[in-house]
């Protein structure tokens, strides 16, 4: 439970996306409803788009859809 709010809480402050500043919480919701490519979670959270044309966040984004997959 304590470790789940944890999670929480790092999830929202973390910014995955740090050109747009879009935290990993947003960008797991997105994976959780069904973008299950970077494309699909660029488009519904506009990570991606921002200076670096998705250099940074890419490569984490795709972690956190290969995590999900591997675990649902
Ligand atoms: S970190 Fe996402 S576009 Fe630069």
């Known amino acids: 439970m304590e470790n789940n709010l944890n999670e929480q809480i790092l999830d929202k402050l973390t910014k995955v996306c740090t050109c747009k500043a879009i935290p990993r919480s947003k960008i797991k919701d997105a994976i959780k409803v069904g973008a299950h490519?970077?494309?699909?979670?660029?488009?519904?959270?506009?990570?991606?788009?921002?200076g670096?044309?998705?250099?940074?966040?890419?490569?984490?984004?795709?972690?956190?859809?290969?995590e999900h997959l591997k675990n649902n």
Do not use: F, H, N
């Open 37 to 50: 490519t970077v494309e699909e979670v660029s488009k519904a959270t506009g990570a991606c788009i921002g």
């Open 52 to 66: 670096c044309r998705g250099y940074r966040c890419t490569p984490k984004i795709q972690q956190l859809i290969d």
